[in-house]
């Protein structure tokens, strides 16, 4: 079973399940696990379907959150792929904290497990390319580091985890700016510490984004025979010294993910696995 290595931006887990048990038990609790005796019980958790299961470090803090005495026994690894049917892991405990815990626990497993799947089939799409699959801020509110964190047990990677740790000029901030020069320019002098990322949406921004040596370039919708000449242009800066990543953003989907990696781009942003988000089918089943 492999090791869980969780990134260190992943600081929020006690918060997090702690947000969700209260939104669950508000100031009364669970009503309905009184009606049980407080026996100790034991329970399995189900995956229904094929899946890249992702969210230990979730399920494990709900169950210790409610009763610390609660063993969580799992029989798969954090990142593993499993069949229909297979059984994630057992639980030993009191009744009651069992059923209170249920919904919150898989709630986090089938979100993150959903966000890692997906990633996964984008990733196997683009397999033998050297293209890499990168996440996007468009994630869901108050879960963006444990999806981010889904992204790399899928087999993804992080683009910048919010608006502090990168500076990513975009349209919109090229058009205030007055063109994509006096953009970068701007971003220099602000000598904030972070990657400096960029659009282009023509190959003059991307022969003047290359001018810069700028850490990530982001190609946008661009026809293919554009995006393979901004590929030459930035491998060429690359054995020149530079240092730029080039990334094609912007309507990547399964269909069309496996031809836009053949152009020849280090990676491809997907905005979709994270928000068009399919939760993974699970069960808890008492034994």
């Known amino acids: 079973m492999n090791t869980i290595r969780v990134p260190a931006y992943v600081n929020n887990v006690e918060a997090s399940v702690r947000a969700a048990l209260t939104e669950d ?5 669970d009503h309905t696990a009184r009606l049980t005796p407080d026996h100790p019980a ?3 958790v189900i995956c229904r379907e094929p899946a890249v299961i992702c969210g230990r470090p979730w399920v494990d803090e709900v169950f210790r959150q409610l009763d610390p005495e609660i063993a969580v026994d799992w029989q ?8 229909a049917d297979q059984v994630l892991f057992t639980l030993a405990g009191p009744a ?9 626990a898989l709630n986090f497993l089938q979100t993150l497990s959903g966000t890692a799947t997906t990633v996964a089939r984008y990733v196997e799409a683009v397999a033998g390319t050297g293209c890499a699959i990168a996440d996007t801020r468009k994630t869901l509110p108050g879960l963006r580091n444990a999806q981010k964190y889904a992204v790399l047990m899928g087999g993804g990677v992080n683009h910048r985890i919010g608006l502090y740790d990168g500076i990513l000029i975009k349209e919109n901030h090229i058009a205030a700016a007055g063109g994509i020069a006096a953009a970068l320019a701007a971003a220099r002098a602000l000598n904030a510490g972070v990657p400096l990322m960029t659009e282009a949406e023509d190959l003059d921004e991307v022969r003047a984004a290359l001018a810069e040596n700028v850490d990530l370039l982001l190609v946008d919708e661009l026809p293919d025979a554009e995006i393979r000449e901004a590929v030459r242009l930035t491998r060429a800066h690359r054995a020149a010294g530079g240092k730029t990543v080039i990334e094609y953003s912007g309507g990547a989907n399964l269909d069309n993910i496996r031809r836009l990696a053949e152009t020849g781009v280090d990676r491809i942003s997907v905005g979709g696995i994270t928000k068009h988000l399919r939760a993974i089918d699970l069960s808890m089943r008492f034994v």
């Open 96 to 104: 009651r904290a069992l059923l209170t815990g249920e919904r919150s």
């Open 42 to 44: 034991q329970a399995r």
């Open 76 to 83: 798969v690894g954090e990142g593993e792929r499993v069949v």
């Open 25 to 29: 038990l508000g100031s009364a609790g």
